[in-house]
């Protein structure tokens, strides 16, 4: 009896790289949309906040941050992921109540809009076949954050951080978190002195987190897509960055 052997389909490596490095491209595209409305530049922003809260952003992110791992990991339990368009609802929701009250509420509205990013995050991770309960995963998802947020200019130089692999501890992923926060303070900084725009606070509030959940959920697609690959042509993740990143570059000079 002749056994029929099924031929798995040989991976293009090409058209996914071209598709993943178009998505990283074009991710941040809303945020320049963000930007025209509020009339604002993204360097500009953060001098529209207090002293003493720029000055205390690195140890609020870094706080915030190690609050909503626990939280995002604690909830996976009880709460199933969600759609890529609930989640960005969900925090565009958010960011508006907490523009409504200007600078005050935008900060306690803080901590739980990045537990939300990062249960997003997550979710994409999950949904490219990997477990968030892994330290590895973890790790990962705190590396999209890593990402240059969508108000920020990016020449695909925010790629090298997701190559960084060392040995997974609880020590480690504390020294990625603070690692990872002052950059992300200034992205959420950002964010923040969006909201306290005169007026329009509530809906700066709520165009910002929209493009920042759109942001990081197409971030996360394209880091976990490209372990996916890696995985599945047998090759190094860190060469097929490097591949990854001769595209990105000259379609973020033609934008």
Not at 64 to 81: I, K, N, Y
Not at 241 to 248: D, G, K, P
Request: glycine share 10%; charged share 20%.
């Amino acid at each position: 009896m002749d056994i029929e052997t099924t031929e798995l389909t040989p991976i293009d490596l090409d058209t996914e790289l071209d598709a993943l490095a178009r998505r990283y491209s074009e991710a941040g595209g809303v945020g320049i949309q963000v930007l025209n409305m509020i009339g604002g530049r993204a360097e500009g922003l953060l001098d529209r906040l207090p002293r003493s809260v720029r000055n205390n952003l690195d140890g609020a992110t870094e706080a915030a941050l190690r609050a909503a791992m626990r939280a995002a990991q604690s909830s996976r339990g009880m709460v199933g992921d969600q759609p890529g368009w609930l989640n960005t609802a969900v925090t565009t929701a958010m960011g508006a109540a907490g523009g409504f009250g200007g600078l005050p509420s935008a900060m306690a509205e803080l901590p739980v809009t990045t537990t939300v990013l990062l249960r997003a995050i997550q979710g994409v991770a999950a949904e490219h076949g990997f477990d968030p309960a892994e330290a590895n995963v973890q790790f990962d998802c705190i590396t999209v954050l890593a990402s240059a947020g969508p108000l920020e200019a990016d020449d695909g130089s925010d790629l090298a951080f997701v190559a960084t692999r060392l040995t997974l501890t609880g020590a480690t992923l504390n020294g990625l978190i603070a690692r990872v926060a002052p950059r992300l303070a200034t992205v959420l900084g950002q964010k923040l002195a969006a909201q306290t725009v005169p007026v329009l606070g509530a809906v700066a509030g709520a165009a910002t987190n929209y493009a920042y959940t759109s942001y990081y959920q197409e971030m996360a697609h394209v880091h976990f897509r490209l372990r996916r690959l890696a995985i599945e042509a047998d090759r190094p993740q860190a060469e097929l960055l490097e591949e990854l990143r001769t595209r990105v570059t000259p379609r973020l000079a033609r934008v």
